[in-house]
């Protein structure tokens, strides 16, 4: 049985997720090998890709759900909302 | 002569007034591809040879955490599987040589991110335009060293200057930075504070006024 896992969380810090910490999301997404999505007003993308991540406009209150499929889904997942709960500009 | 503008970086600075035309860098949408192969492979050897030159770049001594994460950013985008996926696309299905392909995906890319509803987000859609430039500059071999021929201390005068391009300039010559675009957000001003270069951005000037300067 494929390891799945997801959850909410939002986002708070003052500019959201723009250019540096996606591009530092991206890569931490990239850390893990299962398949990460990212959630947020009916668009669904690639978390593991910043070209498709910039598209989904995350700004300050944005709402997202992340969800991994894989051997490490729960891990990425938490470590994913720990990174966007720990976001501070 | 006064000009207004928004002071997005503190000081006071004096230099000759130097303004910095960009070369506009146009895609080929007139031939057709007929090697696929051929034309992805120049495609994936231009995207490497950039992001090499990036890493040399991220990896000099003279620039700050910003400008490294910026630089990061940009090589992040550049081995991009979903971008390298629509620009090979673009190529294969659609016949379209690589430097139109690659326009013509980043171009919509940016496009769609200037839509944005937040503005602080939508304002990046330059920096991609940006990467569009540098890619398509090397894949037609042309030189774009950013202002490499300014050799001496100036207040430098620009419609729009990227981080990317920020990167490059000469900062021992420039004195301070006069933008009729960018915002008080941008990374350009940022990178500006980061450097101690006082710039006023939002800057309503003509270019003749400038170009008429002794300098």
């Known amino acids: 049985m494929t390891n799945s896992h997801q959850q909410q969380v939002t986002i708070h810090s003052e500019y959201g997720l723009h250019t540096r910490p996606a591009a530092q999301f991206v890569k931490l997404a990239k850390q893990f090998t299962a398949d990460i999505n990212i959630s947020a007003e009916q668009q669904t993308v690639n978390a593991k890709s910043l070209f498709k991540l910039q598209t989904l406009g995350l700004a300050k209150e944005s709402q997202i759900t992340i969800s991994a499929q894989g051997d490490d889904a729960l891990k990425a997942v938490e470590s994913l909302v720990n990174f966007i709960n720990q976001l501070e500009d | 002569m006064n000009i207004d503008g928004v002071a997005v970086s503190q000081g006071i600075a004096m230099g000759h007034a130097h303004l910095l035309n960009k070369q506009i860098i146009k895609a080929d949408y007139l031939s057709i591809c007929t090697d696929v192969t051929a034309e992805v492979a120049i495609f994936h050897q231009t995207r490497l040879k950039l992001i090499s030159h990036l890493q040399q ?71 991609i335009e940006s990467l569009s430039q540098r890619l398509i500059a090397l894949f037609l071999n042309i030189e774009t060293a950013f202002g490499q021929q300014i050799s001496h201390e100036v207040v430098l005068f620009a419609d729009d200057i990227t981080p990317a391009e920020f990167s490059q300039l000469p900062l021992q010559h420039i004195k301070a930075l006069v933008l009729k675009s960018t915002g008080v957000t941008s990374h350009t001003a940022i990178l500006a504070r980061a450097h101690g270069i006082p710039a006023l951005f939002l800057c309503d000037y003509h270019h003749q006024v400038i170009e008429a300067m002794p300098s």
């Open chain 2, 57 to 127: 770049l991220r990896d000099s001594s003279d620039i700050n955490d910003t400008a490294t994460e910026l630089i990061e950013a940009d090589i992040l985008l550049l081995e991009d599987d979903e971008f390298i996926s629509e620009v090979e696309q673009l190529i294969s299905q659609w016949q379209f040589s690589t430097t139109a392909a690659v326009e013509r995906c980043l171009r919509l890319h940016a496009y769609q991110i200037s839509q944005l509803a937040n503005q602080y987000l939508a304002s990046r859609a330059n920096d």
